[in-house]
């Protein structure tokens, strides 16, 4: 055999062999991705059955509720409760309401009488606006001051920064906010009432003036999430990082002469993401879903607040519609972090 039949033999074996890891690689990831797609609907479906028997137990009768107080005859109850399907076995209830959810169809709320789908989209942008802004704030607040921490351990700034994270992780949100009415809104001493007390807006504002006021009664409920939710996100990211400071490669980083800037920034710090990206990715979920404390103490019109409206009649389609979106905007969210996970790290999916 010649030296050129050789080579192409050789180049022959070694073509396929050297694009096997990649086929390999890629395959993995499909099946890993399927597995937490596969996981994913499961929990939905979960949550969909979950939902209708659990709100079922909430005591009191929504017909009665929406009446009023009026005085109604049987008839008029039974009138109702058939427009509802609410005198249809629980069995036939059931079967009726998964159907129609996998469809998209969640019903039509009992209050509103209008489609709990409709209801929904009219309060999400407004819980996107509030819980958005301080998405962006306390994640990125979060991991900077996080990073800070884990790099100075030990140092008073590290001890100031991890108190103050873990004090107000436990403050309970609505508490805080209630805190915070009282003393910007009301005015408590010297210190006069600046912000609104609840609400989106004072009305009457167009343009540039109606800007200014969504912001103005936005900046309470912002500072209340942003102060319970920062510290979490401070947390892992420096229990995170902090595992990484001894590791090999950066004692090999410092000795080839980089900066220490350089090393935390280029190499410690991409190395830490993964519990920080997954965190990330549920508060992202929570952002979609609203906070319904603050959105209730806030009296903001938003999907928090639609939920504890459901709550008190009880409107059962629209309590049911809210609680799966809100499962599955956090079970959605999760499953894209659970995706990205691999392009972070090579070792996660193979």
């Known amino acids: 055999m010649s030296s050129l039949q050789k080579a192409a033999a050789i180049s022959g074996r070694g073509g396929p062999a050297a694009r096997t890891p990649r086929v390999r690689n890629a395959t993995a990831y499909v099946r890993y991705g399927a597995g937490k797609v596969g996981g994913a609907a499961v929990s939905l479906l979960a949550v969909l059955v979950t939902g209708f028997f659990l709100f079922r137990l909430i005591p009191g009768d929504p017909v009665r509720t929406m009446t009023g107080g009026r005085p109604v005859s049987a008839g008029q109850l039974a009138s109702y409760r058939r427009e509802f399907g609410m ?20 019903g039509t709320s009992y209050q509103f009488r209008a489609p709990v789908v409709d209801k929904i989209s009219e309060a999400l942008p407004n819980t996107l606006l509030l819980t958005g802004t301080a998405f962006v704030i306390y994640t990125a607040l979060g991991i900077v001051l996080g990073t800070r921490a884990a790099w100075r351990h030990g140092r008073l700034g590290d001890r100031l920064n991890t108190g103050l994270a873990l004090t107000l992780y436990s403050v309970p949100s609505f508490w805080l906010g209630l805190l915070l009415i009282i003393v910007f809104s009301v005015g408590i001493g010297p210190i006069p009432g600046l912000f609104p007390t609840g609400g989106m807006e004072s009305g009457g504002e167009e343009g540039f003036g109606y800007v200014l006021d969504v912001a103005h009664h936005l900046i309470l409920p912002v500072i209340t999430l942003v102060a319970v939710e920062y510290g979490q996100t401070l947390l892992v990211t420096r229990s995170a990082l902090l595992d990484e400071m001894g590791s090999d490669y950066l004692t090999t980083a410092r000795a080839k002469g980089l900066r220490d800037d350089l090393v935390r920034r280029r190499h410690a710090v991409p190395n830490a993401l993964l519990p920080t990206v997954t965190l990330v990715f549920v508060n992202l979920g929570r952002t979609v879903a609203g906070v319904i404390l603050v959105e209730t103490v806030f009296s903001w019109p938003g999907l928090g607040g639609l939920f504890y409206q459901a709550l008190s009649v009880p409107d059962l389609p629209l309590v049911q519609g809210l609680f799966l979106f809100f499962a599955a905007a956090v079970i959605i969210m999760n499953t894209l972090a659970d995706l990205v996970y691999p392009f972070l790290d090579p070792r996660v999916g193979r």
């Open 87 to 106: 005198d249809l076995p629980l069995w036939q209830q059931f079967t009726d309401y998964c159907g129609k959810a996998l469809t998209g169809d969640l």
